[in-house]
């Protein structure tokens, strides 16, 4: 098999977030990976709450409904996994989301793992995308910060050393094997920061890239039985033209 090709698909506007990710993400992929970048056009420049999430998921599954016959897998890269199940459902190619393949990477380095983020908004959220997971049992505890910055993307550098706080906090009182630094912003923190935490380190992009790798080298076939296979075609109103041929399977047709 020749390199995968893999969509970097960021549900947020932030072109500056997704050349962020894109940077954590080459700096792990096989030589022979080609990690395609992709920013929505439309929505919020980072999803911090459920209603956003709701948002960014649908744009999520409108943009791989245009991308996905040209490319191996997919990774929805916004760490809430916005659209995630709905795309498993919907398109034939393994679809990764940066928060599942955070957490699956953290449990297979440690018993629990602890998930810190920069803004206490995204609290209600992440606890809910853990127990969507199943993890709920493996996760030690979220450490939020608590104080505002001044630049979303710009949150890594400014709050580098209450992050690394925090981390070390999860370790000492909530007994946290791992570590997750969550949420886009954050992308490439870990490499720089894994050597003042005294336990494992994941960095939620790396985790995606080099699993959506490890699944398009196994090259698993789509399901027809079972809770992820495609819908039934179903008429549609009003949806953009790519997403609505997947649903009606007009582009099994078009293929």
């Known amino acids: 098999m020749t390199g995968a090709r893999i ?6 506007t932030s072109a500056e977030m997704t050349e962020r990710m894109l940077e954590a993400g080459r700096a792990v992929a096989a030589r ?3 990690l395609v970048p992709l920013t929505a056009v439309r929505g919020v420049p980072y999803i911090a709450t459920r209603a956003e999430a709701q948002i960014g998921g649908a744009i999520a599954l409108e943009m791989l409904a245009e991308h996905h016959r040209r490319v191996d897998a997919a990774i929805i890269a916004a760490f809430g996994d916005p659209g995630l199940f ?8 393994p679809v990764v989301g940066l928060a599942e393949a955070a957490m699956l990477t953290a449990c297979m380095l440690g018993r629990r793992f602890a998930i ?14 853990v127990a969507m997971h199943g993890l709920t049992g493996r996760c030690a505890g979220i450490r939020l910060l608590d104080s505002p910055f001044r630049e979303v993307t710009a949150v890594q550098e400014e ?3 209450r ?5 070390n906090e999860a370790v000492q009182r909530d007994e946290a094997d791992v570590v997750i630094l969550a949420g886009a912003p954050l992308s490439g923190l870990a490499a720089k920061v894994a050597h003042r935490i005294p336990v494992p380190v994941v960095d939620q992009v790396a985790a995606a890239v080099k699993q959506a790798e490890a699944l398009a080298a196994l090259r698993p ?29 007009a582009d099994d047709v078009e293929a």
């Open 116 to 129: 810190v983020s920069f803004a206490r908004a995204l609290g209600p959220w992440y606890e809910e995308c």
């Open 7 to 12: 969509l970097l698909l960021n549900p947020n």
């Open 159 to 161: 709050k580098e050393d």
């Open 86 to 93: 709905g795309a498993r459902e919907l398109f034939d190619i």
């Open 221 to 249: 076939r789509k399901a027809t039985e079972g809770t992820f296979r495609r819908p039934p075609a179903k008429r549609v109103t009003g949806l953009p033209a790519a997403l609505a041929a997947r649903i009606t399977h």
């Open 163 to 167: 992050l690394v706080r925090l981390a």
């Open 32 to 34: 022979d990976t080609d």
